[in-house]
Every structure is written in C-alpha cells, then in structure tokens.
C-alpha cells in the first residue's frame, strides 16, 4: 500500500514547516504500516520564478496529476514576484486544473491553546469552514480602461456557475448530515451584492430541500464575521463562496487562537485529479529563516491528506499526537504558542508521539 | 442656529431607536444652544412597499435634497420585501444618489462595556474603518444566462473607478495624518482578486507618497479579520473598499463588545448632497417590538451628525454622556449589556445625562 506524493515546499516558512510535515507522515507510514513515496519539486516558489520567469515548468499539469496527492507548504515572497503573480501562477492554478472545487478547513479550538475570545475552551469551537475554490469571485475576467487618466475604470467579474454552486453546496451538506448537530450556515451578502449573492441564496434554500435532516440558515458575511468572535459555538458547517470562505477561515483559526495550526486540504471529492494539503498559514517572510514558525498547521495538514487517502487510522494517529504535545504544553512549544521550540524541536516531538500512538 | 434633518425609522428596531436618537438630539440642542427642525417620512420602510409597490416616492431626491443631514434608523424586513429590494431601493440609493462616498466608522472600546477578547480594556483599541461606499462590489452591473439549465451562470461585476478610489483614499489619508498616531492600513486581497485589488493597492501606493508623515502598511483581508481579534491594538485608519469595509466594520464593533452601540456616517465630504447617519446595525426582525434594542448605536449617530454640522461640542457632549452611562453600568443598561433597562428607558437616561453636561 503507496500512496506516491507531490512534495511542494514553495516559499518562506513553507520551505521550514515541510520537512516537519514529512517526518510525521514517514513516521504515520511506520506506525500504521503503509509506505509513502515523496517526490520533491522546486517549483512554484520565488526561486523558481527568478531563474525560469515561470512559477510552473511547462509540463507541470501531465507531471504532478498522476500523483495521489500533493502535499504543499506555502508559496508567495512579494519582494521578488507580486502576489497575483505568483498565487495565480501556482496555487490557484493548482486549485483550477485540479477541479480541487472543495476547499475543507476545520476551525477547533485544541487543548493547551489559548483563545483570544474570553472564556473559550476546547470543545467550546469546532466547526468546518467548506469554501467554494475554482470560481465566484476569485477570477480571471475583467480589465482596465482609459488607463492613467482621471477616467480609469478597473473592472473584475464575479462568475458564479449553477455547476459550481451546487456542487459545493451538496458537498457541505452531506458533510452537515454526517454529523452530530446536522446544522448548515451559509454566508451571504444578498442585501448587498445584489445579482451573485440572491443567486447563491436561492441555490442554497433549493438544495436544503433535498436535505431534511439538516437545520440551515444563514447570515450575511459582515455579521457572520462578528457572530464567529461572539458566538463561535453556533456554528457546524459553514459554507461560503470562494471569498468568503477565504476570510472565515482564516477568521476562524484566529478565534482559536493562531493559523499557524490551522490545516486545509483542497479537495477534489470525483479523484479525476489529485487534491492538495496545505497550512491555512502563508509563507510568512517577516519571520522565515529563523527556524521558528510552528509545524503544527503542515502536520495535521498530512492527516488531512491522509484521511482523503484512505488512511483513517493513520490521520487519527497524528490528530491526536499533535492534540497530546499540545496540550502537554511546556517548552517544547513554539514561541507563537508560549514555548521555547523551533520548528523542528516541536516537530520532532510530535513525530516521536505518533510512533508512540 | 437651525439645522434641518430628515427623520427616516425605517423598519423593525430602527423605529424603536429613532425616538431616543431623537430626545438625546433635542437634549443636546436644548442644552448646547441651537435649534433642530427634524421632518419624519415614513418611506424607506417595508410598510411603505407594501402600500405602494415601491420603497421611495418618486419625488424623494428634491424632497431630501435640501435638508443638512438624513438621520436615519434601520431598514429591511425579509419577510415582506427581499434585502437586496429594499437596500437597493433606500439606503444604498441615498448613499450614491447623494455621493456619500465615505462611510465612517469608528471602533471604539467604551467604558462599562465587556469585550469578547480576553484582558483587552477601553484605550486599548480604538481606530476608524474608512469605507469606500459608491462603488466596488456593489455594483448594479451583471446578470445571468442559462436561466434554469445546468449551464446557468451568474455574473455581476465589481467595478473600480480613479475617482472613486482616489477620493476614499484622500479622506483617509487626511484623517490619518490628524490622528496622533499617523497609521494608515490599507484592506487589500491583491493575491487572489487579480485585476481590481492590485489596482487598489497601486492607487494607495501613489497617495501614501503624498502623505510622508503616514505609516502605511497593507494586510490581505483574510489576515486582517484575523488581526481585528488578535491585534485590535495594531490600527489606527483602516481604508478598505465597500465590501471589506462592510466587512471590518461589523467584526470590529464585535470584538468592541456590541454592534448595538456602533455607530456611522455616510459622509459626502463635498457638501454637495446630505450626509446621512446611522447605527450600524440593522433592522433586527428577531428582537423586534420588544423594546428591548439598544439604543446608543442611534444615539451616537446623532453625535456623528451634529459634528459633521459643526456642532463639536454638542457632539463631544453627546459621547461623554454615552461613556458616563455605560460607564456607570448597572440595571440602566439594556440587556446585551447586562442590565434590565429598555430601549427608551436607556434612552431617557443618556438624554438626562446630556442635559447634565
Ligand atoms: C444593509 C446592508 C446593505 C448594509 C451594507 O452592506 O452596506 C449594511 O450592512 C451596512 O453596513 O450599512
Ligand atoms: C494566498 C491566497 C491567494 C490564498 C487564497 O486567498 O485563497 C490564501 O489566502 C488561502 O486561503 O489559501
């Protein structure tokens, strides 16, 4: 049993926290009795783009579909390639070709984590955030006019497709009835966003028709955004567009008290194509290149990617080592959570407990 | 001395707020020596569509036209009339038919009030969302083909225009410059939405170089959220587009403790049309008729107002009388403050306490 894995480290603390999301997958694969085959790429990083003008070799698409997932750090070093060019070089395209259409975040607050919110302990937040990630308002229609003069008009579409609606939605709520509290959120700006936002609403009530197990409502994104510092505990699944579902989850990790620990995995639920992993973190430059960015958001990242392979027994292993480090607490700990660890201090650790398991 | 202001309730809460915006208004015109002539019209209301099919009479730009200020309450009633019907036939009319291009919010940490972040006191945070408010992503451009088949495919655009940037950006970068600590921070999301937001921050860019006093840094929106609730500390002027500041301008009052005492101005700093202002909360149908709504998002709008009219004192009465309230704490308050009051007898209290000064 194989499971052959893309390896992109990209950018900044990508390049640090990977090899942490490694060992604890090589030391899963030892413990649950599996094999992984990692292969490296070096592209899709800044470096890469220096020497080549391209975030991607041609021949990327035929080269890493055939891999079973893609396991990736984080990409972006805007001092060497603006943003859009390098995310819509790599990554989101990545997420289109791929049909990666499920983008799946889980927000938990964990033991031995400190909330910013008063009074907020583990078990008190766990939720999903399940984001659109192929269309809405990610996209690649529009332009400019009358360019430097006082006409200048910027325009960029948002594309919103009954295909891509829908499919999102059913994901999110099969998802819902699968478990306890069976309760679906959807994120809207219909008040505002006047012709998208009515049509996503519209597809949502459609599709809560088909479920009846499950309890939906929604809210409108600004005050969604405030219910997630103020009630966190309402919330299940939350779905949202591709925009939205950027902000909630990225939101979401804060209330529990730091992204560098969050993990996602974009998903591509038919396997026409592999799906990739990857913290919710970026690549950090204020801080990479001192050996101090936490691993924990690569790591469980890796028990994502290997639930999605099949691997359930696996992926819970390292939930629950990273659950038992972190709630030991102490020294072995990133500074970011209190701690005097490095990356790979804390790395090692929780490698060390998934062998244990 | 007269100012003349129109009195629009609107719906659901915004009727039961607007009369102790009202007394608290002729509280500080008594006491402060200037005179009001308020004129109320019942449109922009849900009970107006139902009568007549429409949310404004035809005549109401050269009705509205001519008062100094609209005091406005809250509108919207789902249950009768669509969100995007009644917001697009009332208040975001206004904003764009009188050119209210700025949207000022202020994100303050009052005495009395608990935040939901852990150890943060009053002082601690207290900063201005700068929202563009004509443009962006509310727009009224775009559609949908394929109507009913798999095909379907819903498009609006969002559209940026020289002017319309460059103006929002000039008001924040002048109310920067007057704020002690001359930090301005941009509200971007240029890695992902690839045509208008890397236009944005090019527009921020040029003026930042007019502004050598300004601190000016960016944060992507989805960070941004995220440092709203670990490091409300970190801002000063936040600018942001329409959406995002919608967006920051909910999350921050939340992580300030309620949505229910923010309040805004939908500011046309050229003086050409009225200006009008509001609580930042909406029409809230679930709490509805109850008397138990918070008045002093209202309230603190009428302070908004007078100092946009000239009235600085009146308006700085008006807040010091709201902090000495809620400071003092107690069964006074309204109930998502912890107290037993109600809506006007919470009301009748700030008035007294106006007339006290
Ligand atoms: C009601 C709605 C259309 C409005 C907006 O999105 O502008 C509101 O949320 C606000 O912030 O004033
Ligand atoms: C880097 C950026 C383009 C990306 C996104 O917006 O999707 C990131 O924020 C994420 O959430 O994965």
Redesign the interface.
């Known amino acids: 049993n194989t499971h052959r894995i893309a390896v992109i480290a990209g950018d900044g603390i990508g390049k640090e926290v990977m090899p942490e999301g490694l060992r604890s997958l090589r030391a899963a694969a030892d413990r649950y009795g599996f094999a992984v085959d990692a292969v490296e790429f070096d592209y899709a990083s800044a470096e890469y783009y220096l020497q080549h003008g391209q975030m991607l070799p041609d021949g990327w698409f035929e080269e890493l579909r055939g891999f079973d997932a893609i396991f990736f750090g984080a990409v ?1 070093w805007p001092d060497v390639v ?3 060019v ?3 070089g790599s990554l ?1 395209q990545f997420r289109r070709s791929f049909d990666q259409y499920v983008n799946l975040r889980p927000v938990r607050l964990l033991p031995g984590i ?6 907020r302990k583990p078990g008190d937040v766990d939720f999903y955030v399940v984001r659109e990630n192929t269309e809405g ?2 996209s ?1 229609v ?3 006019m009358f360019e430097g ?15 891509g609606v829908d499919r999102i939605l059913r994901y999110a709520f099969d998802l819902a009835q699968k478990r306890e509290k069976k309760h679906l959120t959807s994120a809207t ?11 996503w609403d519209e597809r949502v009530e459609a599709m809560a028709a088909q479920y009846d197990g499950v309890r939906t409502d929604k809210f409108h ?3 969604l ?3 997630f ?2 009630h966190p505990d309402w919330f299940d699944v939350v779905v949202a567009s ?2 939205f579902g ?2 909630l ?3 979401g ?3 529990t008290g730091t ?1 560098g620990v969050a993990p996602s995995g974009n998903i591509n639920p038919d396997r026409t194509f592999p799906s990739l992993f990857e913290p919710v973190h ?1 690549s950090a430059p204020d801080i990479a290149g001192q050996g101090i960015a936490n691993p924990v958001g690569q790591i469980w990242s890796a028990s994502m990617m290997l639930e999605h392979l099949g691997e359930a027994d696996a992926a819970a292993g390292i939930l629950s080592a990273i659950e038992s480090v972190l709630a030991a607490g102490g020294d072995a700990l990133t500074r970011d959570l209190g701690g005097t660890g490095t990356t790979s201090s804390l790395g090692a650790t929780i490698a060390a407990a998934i062998a244990d398991r």
Chains 1, 2 share one sequence.
């Open positions: 972006g603006p943003d859009h390098s995310l819509w989101l400190t909330s910013p919110l008063a009074g308002e990610y690649s529009g332009g400019r003069t006082d006409r200048e008009t910027v325009i960029q579409d948002t594309v919103m497709t009954r295909t700006k219909s008040n505002g966003i006047s012709i998208t936002m009515p049509y994104i600004d005050i955004c405030a219910n510092v103020l591709n925009l950027d902000i989850s990225d939101l990790p804060a209330c992204i970026g």
